[in-house]
């Protein structure tokens, strides 16, 4: 018991990034049908960060335009989100699901749009 009352941070932020690793992975399997499904494919880093390496199809607005961009996503198909680690992904996919858009899927780094 003195373990979990030590370490239960440690456990708690290995358990997220255990999560957020096993929800990327499944995005990546579910990611061909997604994109027969005509998914937009959202890129929500920096304009600097996707001009020095993209995945071919990704659209980028970055997370703090998205608010103000929703206009250029389509709502009648699904939307993969993606950025560097996976949390402005996550925080990109609550703001759209938010606005109504589903379904919306948190693929975690943008390199996986490539798997």
């Not at 370490?7 to 997604?34: D, E, S, T």
């Not at 994109?35 to 990704?58: C, W």
């Not at 961009?69 to 993606?82: F, S």
Request: with cysteine.
């Amino acid at each position: 018991m003195d373990f979990l009352n030590n370490y239960w941070p440690l456990l708690a932020l290995a358990l997220w990034f255990g999560y957020k690793w096993w929800n990327a992975r499944r995005v990546v399997a579910l990611l061909p049908a997604l994109k027969q499904q005509g998914a937009t494919l959202l890129d929500v880093r920096s304009a600097a960060e996707f001009a020095r390496a993209s995945a071919p199809g990704t659209v980028n607005i970055p997370l703090q335009e998205l608010a103000a961009r929703l206009v250029e996503i389509p709502r009648n198909a699904p939307v993969v989100v993606g950025c560097a680690s996976g949390t402005r992904s996550g925080m990109a996919k609550m703001l759209l699901k938010k606005k109504g858009f589903a379904p919306v899927h948190n693929i975690g780094g943008w390199s996986n749009f490539m798997k």
